[in-house]
């Protein structure tokens, strides 16, 4: 929800939309990156000289404010996020070359930086560290959150993005919003606080969420003119704000009420979701013991998994290199000697490669010289084992790829022209309630590569299931190794799957 008072918000048609030409690098819950053209060309006045941010946060809006030349007065009361901005602000380049150390992230080495964060003394280590834990913690929690599962957001590429910041017109400084707000009496305001919810978001404990000064704010506000709000939709804050212009975009009042959908979907169909005990969100080590779901609930008669996804469906995104038996691995299959005599040239040459300090996107014709032989490797060895191992092979292979336990797989689609909110029911073993019991395939009826393709095939087994398996490198840098995007392309008609069109 916004509240806004002012200059009433941009009608006219604009030619030269904000774009975002500065991304955010942390993450946060709440934040603002895929709604900032939204915000700006319809709600925040044309060609803004000043702007003060009394919450600058993960600073979406205001970096993209800055980049077309206003200039951006930031604060906050949190002290390691200011830490972060300073540091960022005065040398990107050096306080990349700290977060290094941090990038082969375990949950031991997470939750002890945790716990000895606010023990730590120098700037740049301080501002190190808060980009690690924000980037690595479940949806940007930071120092009071869990570790996101196999924090996919804390990659080479995030650290490379850091190092190349660049950004004018932006100043950060600490102060909570009573002393900020007051030194920009002329300044137009954009205030992002804190939202009122039980959340834990930043703090020692998190308490920058839960014992925020909600009615202080609204108060100091009251006697101002130009600012605009951004806050959850909430009865309580809609007091706080009677007789101001409350305006609902769209794009959160869609993704809560296609949440609040799937949500009560679920509730009504599995009653188990009512009766939890705890919630657990699990640490990246498990998907590598097949164990695909991110989230845990424990309920009196067992535990209901939940794997989320955000704009993609993959089922796993499994490695291969010359030093991994796929084949023993997924199904305790062995694979032959012709298949590894294969590979190994190739994953040779990515290592002289990477000795080179190549980047993958600089490799000329990879998809002949990398992919198209591995891939072919690969679909021959999987005929063989399926062939060698009649019977057996087929059935631990298509387990494998579906993890050890059921689970409700939710994925949220924004990226495309129909945005939706879908609720799969994965039940291998019949223990969900939603969604009738899984008939396992015994059999492989095509492999074949998918057509046009040098670096998918496409495994289509008996009962409706395709599964596709596209190879592609999982870093910027050349590394001796590749990775499978592997997903589902055709399925079961007798599958549970409920889909929420976000509108």
Known sequence: MLASVGKKPNKEKETNKVVLPVK????????????????????????????????????????????????????????????????????????????????????????????????????????????????????????????????????????????????????????????????HANDFLYCDPPYLIDQKLYGKRG????????????????IRDGWILS??????????YTGYRIITPKWTYGMEKASSEAAMFLQAHDARVTNARSIL???????????????VIEVPKGQIGISAKYNHAAIKHSRLSDKIDFGKEWTGHPCGEKYFKTIQPVFMQLREMRAQNMLFRDIQEKETRIYLPVLTAFEDELKRLCESFRGVFVEKFFRYLLGRHDFYKIILKTACKRKTVSLQSVNIGGTLEYGSKWKIPERIR????????????????EGGWTISFRLHNASSKTEPSLKFDIQFIGIASSVGLHVIDIV
């Open 231 to 240: 806050y959850n939709d909430c009865e309580e804050i809609r007091d706080m």
């Open 281 to 295: 969100l699990q640490d990246d080590g498990v998907g590598i013991q097949g164990d695909v779901r991110d989230i």
């Open 24 to 183: 955010s690098p942390l993450r946060y819950p709440g934040g603002k990156s895929r709604a900032v053209s939204q915000i700006i060309n319809e709600y925040i006045p044309k060609g803004l000289p000043t702007l003060c941010s009394p919450f600058i946060g993960g600073g979406s809006i205001e970096l993209a404010l800055a980049s077309i030349g206003t200039k951006v007065y930031g604060y906050d009361a949190f002290e390691p996020l200011v830490r972060f901005w300073q540091v960022l602000l005065k040398d990107a380049s050096y306080l990349a070359e700290v977060v290094r150390k941090y990038q082969n992230m375990t949950s031991i080495m997470f939750y002890n930086l945790q716990k000895t964060f606010f023990t730590l003394k120098d700037r740049v280590e301080i501002a190190a560290a808060f980009f690690a834990l924000n980037r690595s913690s479940f949806s940007g929690t930071t120092l009071s959150g869990g570790m996101s599962p196999g924090h996919p957001r804390f990659t080479p590429s995030s650290i490379e993005r850091l190092a190349k910041f660049s950004i004018k017109n932006l100043t950060v400084n600490s102060a909570d919003f009573k002393k900020s707000i007051p030194k």
């Open 207 to 222: 308490d920058q969420h839960t014992d925020f000064d909600h009615k202080g704010l609204a108060k100091l506000l009251a």
């Open 446 to 461: 095509v492999i074949e590569r998918k057509s046009g393709s040098s670096s998918t095939i496409e495994v289509m087994f």
